[in-house]
T-cell receptor
Framework: EPEVTQTPSHQVTQMGQEVILRCVPI?????FYWYRQILGQKVEFLVS????????KSEIFDDQFSVERPDGSNFTLKIRSTKLEDSAMYFC?????????????FGQGTRLTVV | AQSVTQLGSHVSVSEGALVLLRCNYS??????LFWYVQYPNQGLQLLLK??????LVKGINGFEAEFKKSETSFHLTKPSAHMSDAAEYFC??????????????FGKGTHLIIQP
């Protein structure tokens, strides 16, 4: 069964450092997403991406964040200068909403710890 | 924008008892609604989805949900709880009109506890 793959599963970084979280979406999907889940809280939408540009971003997705699809398979989330409050689980997802009867598939997540 | 509200951050039931997890939605257009399950230290797995084809939706692991427009609800049920059902459950709705790169808005989640 196709799946969304995220690497690394866990990353520890120092405050102020840049991090890049990587995702390989399902190959025939066209829409890509990042979500964040702070420990013990709900899953929050960060950004959606289609046709090599951002479709929608939430108020969380400020100038410290950026997304990129550098090649035909990877989808990345970059945080330029990490803060303690960026510590969270980050989920990548992909979908093909062109068909009504479909869903978003989520990766297993990357747990980011900022120290 | 669409939103969902989950009533009850924790629900505890006995093994074999009925499971009922509540979700109400707010939407200006016909919503696309989902229930996801998250086991400890794992990702999100789709349980079921409502896309206007049928009001009673059956999902995996014996779960089902009924879309009730008059009550703006999409509650998740399972007739008989199993210990393996212990997890976090999230109700979600597509954020906008459903077109294009439409992300999901999640509820706060309900932690389901199964008592032996």
């Amino acid at each position: 069964e196709p799946e969304v793959t995220q690497t690394p599963s866990h990353q520890v970084t120092q405050m102020g450092q840049e991090v890049i979280l990587r995702c390989v979406p399902i190959s025939n999907h066209l829409y890509f997403y990042w979500y964040r889940q702070i420990l013990g809280q709900k899953v929050e939408f960060l950004v959606s991406f289609y046709n090599n540009e951002i479709s929608e971003k939430s108020e969380i997705f400020d100038d410290q964040f950026s997304v990129e699809r550098p090649d035909g398979s990877n989808f990345t989330l970059k945080i330029r200068s990490t803060k303690l409050e960026d510590s969270a689980m980050y989920f990548c997802a992909s979908s093909d909403w062109g068909a009504v009867n479909t869903e978003a598939f989520f990766g297993q997540g990357t747990r980011l710890t900022v120290v | 924008a669409q939103s969902v509200t989950q009533l009850g951050s924790h629900v505890s039931v006995s093994e074999g008892a009925l499971v009922l997890l509540r979700c109400n939605y707010s939407s200006s257009v016909p919503p696309y609604l989902f229930w996801y399950v998250q086991y400890p230290n794992q990702g999100l797995q789709l349980l079921l989805k409502y896309t206007s084809a049928a009001t009673l939706v059956k999902g995996i692991n014996g779960f089902e949900a009924e879309f009730k427009k008059s009550e703006t609800s999409f509650h998740l049920t399972k007739p008989s709880a199993h210990m393996s059902d212990a997890a976090e459950y999230f109700c979600a709705v597509r954020r906008n009109s459903g077109g294009g790169a439409d992300g999901l808005t999640f509820g706060k989640g309900t932690h389901l506890i199964i008592q032996p």
